[in-house]
Nanobody, 116 residues
Framework: QVQLVESGGGLVQPGGSLRLSCAVS????????MGWYRQVPGKQRELVAT???????RYAGSVKGRFTISRDKSKNTVYLQMNSLKPDDTAVYYC??????????WGQGTQVTVSS
């Protein structure tokens, strides 16, 4: 089972930037899709961005143009660069690894708080 460890969350002012990292316990080249999701209390977890094994990316409409997902195969790490952050981006952010016919793995989450 793949293990994921997120880092990079914290407190940032509106308009600021953060970069989240997700360290993966095995080669990400063998994972069909990596993604970032977020959740606030009382709401369902929602997709933020995904990247497939052929580097196709997908974004939620609310973050398109502000967030960028990328991966570094040499470091087995996936990143989420978040710019122009808004208070509505406040959430716990989770890293996800999806393997076709193999299921999903989740990290423990990292808190992002956007507030002045």
């Amino acid at each position: 089972q793949v293990q994921l460890v997120e880092s990079g969350g914290g407190l940032v002012q509106p308009g600021g930037s953060l970069r989240l990292s997700c360290a993966v316990s095995r080669s990400i080249s063998s994972i069909d899709r990596m993604g970032w999701y977020r959740q606030v209390p009382g709401k369902q977890r929602e997709l933020v961005a995904t990247i497939t094994s052929d580097d196709t990316t997908r974004y939620a409409g609310s973050v398109k143009g502000r967030f960028t997902i990328s991966r570094d195969k040499s470091k087995n790490t996936v990143y989420l660069q978040m710019n122009s952050l808004k208070p509505d981006d406040t959430a716990v952010y989770y890293c996800n690894a999806h393997v076709n016919y193999g299921g999903d793995a989740w990290g423990q989450g990292t808190q992002v708080t956007v507030s002045s």
